[in-house]
């Protein structure tokens, strides 16, 4: 499911900028912890701040707090302790100020009854936009992830891989700020997964839409990323941060490039330490 707290609003139909410089962070986690009920810490204090146009990727072993962390950032559950901004303003007044987040599972969740045009124009009417504005919208959405052809179709016509890039229509739809994934290519092939990271860095780059991503996949986490956070678990926490300092967009070739096979094997270092119990620690 996409997540579209209300009551936003439509009217803002601000561009992204081509680059952060000069533009408030997206999001600062400042000192945020979470305990949940049952005792069980789920994160120490974070300190991370998300800079406009960034692809910020949470890479750790299993429990080490990526989706605690994620869902903290979208405000779907409140820190113990600390404090979230958006766009250096109290979260709540977000929605009414035109800025808009989106969130991305890993099931794509659909709706089994309905076609592929229906899924993706959900958010829209949750939101009340009338048909007339809505359609064109939901025509771009399912053009940016090549579905043109499928919008009369029912999900269960779809493969696994299609099925995703419905999902991320139903999130491009919405026209985010800033969008939220964890692991939603986790479930698919490894080359069908090469296929939405390859769509994924074009929709990122056209729109320069700031992402948080989690992938338990090094490869998938160095050829989308400008920014790699390493957690580590036990409280969950942030354990080293890795800048992929690369021209962007990602060309295809970048893969077999032996830089890239120098940043998969220092992240794979990092993991195997951040996976030690009761590892370092601590930010590099
Ligand atoms: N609602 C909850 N109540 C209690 N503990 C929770 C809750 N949600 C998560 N946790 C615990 O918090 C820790 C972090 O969980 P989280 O789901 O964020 O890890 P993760 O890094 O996303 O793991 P995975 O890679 O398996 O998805 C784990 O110990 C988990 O058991
Ligand atoms: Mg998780």
Partial sequence: M?????????????????TSEGRPPVVEVLSAEKLFPNGTRGLAPIDLTIADGEFLTLIGPSGCGKSTLLKLIANLIEPTDGR????????RQVGQQGRRLA???QEPTLMPWARVEANVRLPLELADMPGVKAAPLVE?????????????????????????????????????????MDEPFGALDEFTRNRL?????RLWWERKLT?????????????LSTRIIVMAAGPGRIFRTMTIDEPQPREVGFRDSPKFAAYCRELSTWLAEASLPRSGGGEA
């Avoid at 979230?84 to 979260?91: C, K, P, Q, V």
């Avoid at 990271?197 to 860095?201: A, F, S, T």
């Fill in 2 to 18: 996409n997540v579209l707290p209300p009551p936003y609003t439509f009217d803002d139909d601000t561009e992204p900028m081509a």
């Fill in 84 to 91: 979230l901004l958006w766009w250096r303003g109290d979260h």
């Fill in 103 to 105: 969130f991305v599972f």
């Fill in 140 to 180: 771009d959405a399912i053009a940016r992830v090549g579905l043109s052809a499928f919008s009369q179709h029912y999900p269960r016509q779809l493969s696994g891989g299609m099925r995703m890039r419905v999902s991320i229509a139903r999130a491009l739809v919405t026209q985010p700020h800033l969008l939220l």
């Fill in 197 to 201: 990271d390859d769509d994924l860095v």
């Fill in 211 to 223: 992402t948080v991503f989690v992938t338990h996949s090094i490869y998938e986490a160095v050829f």
